[in-house]
């Protein structure tokens, strides 16, 4: 959660809020590279609101790397927009005080339609007690919790994983139907792979993950670039992270269109990790993944339980087409 490479103060309580958050009752969860989540003090009148702690001990947002700027922004975005979501409020307070913590850190808090106030700021209301704040105070409002904060960490991984991203990078990792044969593939080039693939696509299968969020579908390991990553990295990257594997060798072997522009790229995969081809292949567990599992490469063309993304890459590799288009959303 927190790099190694930064240095975190003993006398900021913010600080030691990032170094303890496993303890804090506050603590959500890990907002990413640039900050953790924790419900914020204002939740107690305003339910839903959260607080996003920088993971580096600065205090204004002009400290902050002219590099990281961007993704700190977008990830705080993906956070307003979980909370618009799940609370649907009228709309959403953000603010930056580092006022009694002088440290870095946002509150962001949704403002209700039943609320008697709507025209004061929130930090303007904190003398008025919650049962004043709105019209038909239901005491259930403010009870519901659990699932609410459930529901925002859900939803802002669903956003971060579909924010606007230059590309994507995703890794096909393919073997033998044929268990007798599936260790032949380490004496084969990734070119013969890739022939011998596209001759018989039916004689080999490739690994699918479920994600564990948003529609639950199968689709490619792999994610979104991050701001001024190559797709190549992004595709070991996020195999790292979703199946803990290090890549051997990689092959691009085609580019996904939408729109006019390239939205992504597919990379033909070996890793490390030799049991890579097992059935159940072990793998580091990671929240997004809920299982993985091989299909038959024909299979996953015909069937329509496969999005249009994942049955046009399998289509355009066994084509050997190095582009193709895409028209899910
Ligand atoms: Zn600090």
């Given at each position: 959660?927190?790099?190694?490479?930064?240095?975190?103060?003993?006398?900021?309580?913010?600080?030691?809020?990032?170094?303890?958050?496993?303890?804090?009752?506050?603590?959500?969860?890990?907002?990413?590279?640039?900050?953790?989540?924790?419900?914020?003090?204002?939740?107690?009148?305003?339910?839903?609101?959260?607080?996003?702690?920088?993971k580096r001990h600065i205090y204004e947002h002009s400290q902050i790397r002219g590099n990281e700027l961007l993704d700190t922004l977008q990830s705080l975005v993906c956070l307003e927009k979980a909370i618009i979501k799940v609370t649907k409020c009228k709309r959403i307070n953000f603010?930056?005080?580092?006022?009694?913590?002088?440290?870095?850190?946002?509150?962001?808090?949704?403002?209700?339609?039943?609320?008697?106030?709507?025209?004061?700021?929130s930090w303007e209301l904190l003398d008025v007690a919650k049962e004043d704040l709105y019209k038909n105070f239901e005491p259930h409002f403010f009870q519901k919790n659990q699932n609410l904060y459930a529901n925002l960490?859900?939803?802002?991984?669903?956003?971060?994983?579909?924010r606007?991203?230059?590309?994507?990078g995703c890794a096909l990792f393919l073997r033998a139907r044929d268990k007798n044969k599936r260790n032949n593939i380490w004496k084969l080039s990734l070119d013969e792979i890739i022939k011998?693939?596209?001759?018989?696509?039916?004689?080999?299968?490739?690994?699918?993950?479920?994600?564990?969020?948003?529609?639950?579908?199968?689709?490619?390991?792999?994610?979104?670039?991050?701001?001024?990553?190559?797709?190549?990295?992004?595709?070991?990257?996020?195999?790292?992270e979703e199946v803990g594997w290090k890549i051997l060798h990689y092959r691009e072997i085609c580019r996904q269109w939408k729109q006019g522009t390239i939205k992504g790229f597919v990379y033909l995969a070996i890793p490390e990790e030799k049991q890579y081809m097992d059935d159940d292949p072990p793998r580091t567990p990671c929240d997004e993944v809920q299982s993985v599992k091989y299909f038959n490469l024909c299979e996953i063309i015909k069937s329509n339980h496969f999005s249009d993304?994942?049955?046009?890459?399998?289509?355009?590799?066994i084509d050997k087409r190095s582009d193709f288009l895409s028209i899910d959303p």
């Open positions: 959660m927190l790099s190694p490479f930064i240095k975190l103060r003993d006398d900021c309580v913010l600080c030691q809020k990032l170094m303890n958050a496993k303890n804090e009752n506050d603590f959500l969860f890990d907002g990413g590279n640039h900050f953790l989540v924790y419900k914020s003090p204002f939740a107690q009148k305003w339910p839903g609101a959260l607080m996003a702690v920088y603010v930056k005080f580092a006022n009694v913590a002088n440290h870095l850190h946002w509150h962001i808090i949704p403002r209700y339609y039943k609320e008697n106030y709507l025209d004061k700021c960490r859900k939803e802002y991984t669903f956003e971060i994983h579909h606007d991203s230059s590309y994507f011998s693939a596209r001759e018989n696509p039916s004689e080999w299968e490739c690994l699918l993950m479920k994600r564990n969020y948003f529609d639950f579908a199968w689709d490619f390991i792999g994610g979104n670039s991050d701001i001024n990553e190559f797709p190549e990295y992004t595709m070991i990257r996020e195999v790292k993304s994942v049955r046009g890459r399998i289509k355009a590799f």
